[in-house]
């Protein structure tokens, strides 16, 4: 089970950061990930975490850093200089396996937190 927490209302160029903590499951051994999904349009990839290192989508690159506390089942999405363009529900992901294939699904889902960037 995953529970996202973190979001809200923010103005252009401000940081926020996204928690999602595990539970159920040895949280080192599996990987971790946040999506989005903007309004009209469909959920993409935003970051993942796993054995082989971290990846990021383009839009976010440089932007946002994903991490993970093992201790604590937890995974951060620490997103700066925020544009409206990053409005969009953040959901967490979890794949059933220490490496994420790029393009492969995750096998959970959290609910989702809403982030907005006004302009």
């Known amino acids: 089970q995953l529970q996202a927490s973190g979001g809200g209302l923010v103005q252009a160029g401000d940081s926020l950061r996204l928690s999602c903590t595990a539970s159920?499951?040895?949280?080192?051994?599996?990987?971790m990930g946040w999506f989005r999904q903007a309004p009209g349009k469909e959920r993409e990839f935003v970051a993942t975490?796993?054995?082989?290192?971290?990846k990021y989508a383009d839009s976010v690159k440089g932007r946002f850093t994903i991490s993970r506390d093992n201790a604590e089942s937890t995974v951060y999405l620490q997103m700066n200089s925020l544009k409206p363009e990053d409005t969009a529900v953040y959901y967490c992901?979890?794949?059933?396996?220490?490496?994420?294939?790029?393009?492969?699904?995750?096998?959970?889902w959290g609910p989702g937190t809403q982030v907005t960037v006004s302009s």
């Open positions: 992901a979890q794949k059933g396996s220490p490496v994420w294939a790029f393009g492969s699904p995750p096998n959970s």
């Open positions: 159920g499951r040895p949280f080192r051994n599996y990987s």
């Open positions: 975490i796993d054995w082989s290192g971290k």
